[in-house]
């Protein structure tokens, strides 16, 4: 073993510090390189952080509110609304600004059209009227004029379906409307009319034809909004409030089975010829209290 000057090992001794300027030349640029990067790393991280915001909410716009004028609630969009108490057009319930009245009118419209009416003919008028329920018509993107806009090729599919059912004619507005049995004529609709538009625009529920199929991103095309752009927002559900008669219904339901109750009660304890000759002794009695009250 080695010993040094002072009596300490030479194995115990430090090897000599290499000056900066010892060090390869070549690692030189690397080390300017990362120390700039992490002096530089917090605005990089706020420029991300910046970017992301910025794309989050282009990818959450709002909603296009729904339309007041066809009775929707223009506070809010269209609405998930699945397994509540909407009555009809199932397929628009995850996208809808319909709520349970507006699906009970469609549904009532649609009580017109499938009057011995053929299977096809059913089918495409339900999925027609059920377009009012559909998101984007709620919402107006496919409307015009307070109208539901049909595509072409859609409103050709529903008077295709519909050509040998019967219609008559609706009025002095020159409309087609479905035949009812109070209809006085009747006739197939291929002999009313052979446009399809023509007969899509003279129904009575509101609806208009594009002027061509390059405009079916603003027309109804017979595919749901929920399909084509996803759910909406899910609407919390709120559980019906029961109607509560006037006070004086109650009163008079309440004195109708009373009246029933006593009614019973007297047929079991009263003999049956007592029974038969109580109207005549109310009504006596009733006429002696009127003849006493003139006498007086």
Same mark, same amino acid.
């Given at each position: 073993?080695?010993?040094?000057?002072?009596?300490?090992?030479?194995?115990?001794?430090?090897?000599?510090?290499?000056?900066?300027?010892?060090?390869?030349?070549?690692?030189?640029?690397?080390?300017?390189?990362?120390?700039?990067?992490?002096?530089?790393?917090?605005?990089?991280?706020?420029?991300?952080?910046?970017?992301?915001?910025?794309?989050? +909410?282009? @990818?959450?716009?709002?909603?296009? %509110? &729904?339309?007041? !004028?066809?009775?929707?609630?223009?506070?809010? $969009?269209?609405?998930?609304?699945?397994?509540?108490?909407?009555?009809?057009?199932?397929?628009?319930?995850?996208?809808?600004?319909?709520?349970?009245?507006?699906?009970?009118?469609?549904?009532?419209?649609?009580?017109?059209?499938?009057?011995?009416?053929?299977?096809?003919?059913?089918?495409?008028?339900?999925?027609?009227?059920?377009?009012?329920?559909?998101?984007?018509?709620?919402?107006?993107?496919?409307?015009?004029?307070?109208?539901?806009?049909?595509?072409?090729?859609?409103?050709?599919?529903?008077?295709?379906?519909?050509?040998?059912?019967?219609?008559?004619? +609706?009025? @002095?507005?020159?409309?087609?409307? %479905? &035949?009812?049995? !109070?209809?006085?004529?009747?006739?197939?609709? $291929?002999?009313?009319?052979?446009?399809?538009?023509?007969?899509?625009?003279?129904?009575?529920?509101?609806?208009?034809?594009?002027?061509?199929?390059?405009?079916?991103?603003?027309?109804?095309?017979?595919?749901?909004?929920?399909?084509?752009?996803?759910?909406?927002?899910?609407?919390?559900?709120?559980?019906?409030?029961?109607?509560?008669?006037?006070?004086?219904?109650?009163?008079?339901?309440?004195?109708?089975?009373?009246?029933?109750?006593?009614?019973?009660?007297?047929?079991?304890?009263?003999?049956?010829?007592?029974?038969?000759?109580?109207?005549?002794?109310?009504?006596?009695?009733?006429?002696?209290?009127?003849? &006493?009250?003139?006498?007086?």
């Amino acid at each position: 073993m080695a010993w040094g000057l002072l009596g300490i090992p030479m194995d115990l001794v430090p090897p000599p510090l290499v000056p900066p300027q010892a060090l390869d030349t070549t690692t030189a640029p690397f080390l300017d390189a990362a120390v700039t990067a992490l002096r530089h790393a917090p605005l990089l991280v706020l420029c991300l952080l910046q970017l992301f915001s910025v794309g989050a +909410g282009a @990818s959450e716009a709002p909603e296009e %509110p &729904c339309v007041k !004028s066809l009775g929707f609630n223009e506070s809010s $969009g269209p609405k998930d609304r699945s397994f509540q108490d909407l009555q009809f057009c199932n397929e628009h319930h995850k996208r809808t600004c319909c709520e349970k009245n507006h699906s009970r009118q469609v549904l009532t419209q649609f009580s017109v059209f499938s009057h011995d009416r053929s299977p096809r003919c059913a089918q495409m008028s339900r999925l027609a009227l059920c377009s009012l329920c559909d998101g984007d018509v709620g919402s107006g993107i496919k409307l015009r004029m307070n109208s539901v806009l049909l595509c072409p090729s859609f409103c050709k599919r529903w008077f295709q379906a519909c050509v040998e059912d019967l219609f008559a004619p +609706g009025g @002095s507005a020159g409309g087609i409307v %479905p &035949c009812m049995p !109070s209809a006085v004529v009747c006739s197939p609709l $291929g002999e009313i009319t052979e446009d399809a538009a023509t007969f899509c625009r003279s129904l009575p529920n509101g609806f208009d034809v594009a002027d061509s199929e390059e405009d079916s991103e603003h027309c109804f095309d017979g595919v749901p909004a929920a399909r084509s752009r996803g759910k909406g927002p899910k609407q919390p559900y709120t559980r019906p409030q029961p109607v509560r008669p006037p006070w004086w219904r109650t009163l008079q339901q309440q004195m109708y089975r009373d009246a029933t109750y006593l009614q019973h009660a007297i047929s079991r304890r009263l003999p049956r010829w007592i029974q038969f000759y109580i109207p005549f002794i109310i009504t006596g009695v009733i006429g002696l209290l009127f003849a &006493c009250c003139i006498l007086r």
